[in-house]
């Protein structure tokens, strides 16, 4: 079973509104949480990086949570652009090494003019 | 170059020929990761190397699957003997150690017909 679950799987959404996308996971111990931005055919790109002492992270229109006790995260992201477009992966880290990462299915999101 | 650079971008080849996937990461980053994509998931974590030395491959799917980085800058993934079920994105990423940030290459799309 995936230990980290995101939701939803995709979402389509009006140029210039709001969306947030869900993650929650069952990765024991915790080290940290990041979410990334995988653009059709590229590699993922960093968005943010929280540890579990930290409950907020943004980065321009990119703001994500973490509640590290009921194990979930969002990220919101605030007036979309159609560069937004892009598949959106959590990553959760047990420990410092970057080996054990595990990561979410991602969800799609698609943004309309 | 100023970021992690795979080749080739695409590659397709026969059931049963052996592969080789080349890494470029970024100057002086010591650790070096290569992960799997396949159509609809997160990536999937294969090998890790610090230096020159493997720190990790527990995913490594079998015997088929080697890996190298003999002067710790350039790595090779090598699959022998492919199979239909190896076709998948190739991902490499690098960064200046453990844990932090890493930078993701764009990856090398693996078809094996």
């Known amino acids: 079973k995936n230990q980290v679950e995101q939701s939803p799987q995709s979402l389509i959404i009006l140029e210039g509104k709001n969306c947030t996308l869900q993650?929650?996971?069952?990765?024991?111990?915790?080290?940290?949480l990041r979410w990334y931005k995988q653009d059709t055919g590229r590699g993922p790109v960093s968005l943010t990086i929280?540890?579990?002492?930290?409950n907020t992270k943004s980065n321009g229109r990119y703001t994500a949570t973490l509640d590290a006790d009921t194990k979930q995260s969002s990220l919101h992201i605030t007036a979309s652009q159609l560069s937004d477009s892009a598949s959106y992966i959590c990553?959760?880290?047990?420990?410092?090494?970057?080996?054990?990462?595990?990561f979410g299915a991602g969800t799609q999101v698609v943004v309309t003019p | 170059g100023a970021g992690v650079s795979q080749t080739p971008s695409n590659k397709v080849t026969e059931k049963g020929k052996y592969v080789e996937l080349r890494c470029d990461p970024i100057?002086?980053?010591?650790?070096l990761y290569w992960y799997r994509q396949s159509l609809g998931q997160g990536p999937e974590f294969l090998i890790y190397?610090?230096?020159?030395?493997?720190?990790?491959d527990s995913g490594l799917p079998n015997d088929r699957f080697f890996a190298v980085r003999p002067e710790g800058s350039v790595s090779t993934l090598k699959i022998q003997r492919t199979e239909r079920g190896d076709s998948a994105v190739y991902l490499c990423?690098?960064?200046?150690?453990?844990?932090?940030?890493?930078?993701f290459g764009q990856g090398t799309r693996l078809t094996v017909v």
């Open positions: 990553v959760v880290s047990p420990d410092e090494s970057w080996g054990k990462l595990q």
């Open positions: 993650c929650n996971y069952t990765v024991s111990p915790f080290s940290n």
């Open positions: 929280m540890t579990f002492s930290e």
């Open positions: 100057s002086g980053h010591t650790a």
């Open positions: 190397f610090q230096g020159t030395g493997a720190a990790d």
């Open positions: 990423a690098s960064s200046p150690g453990t844990g932090g940030s890493a930078f």
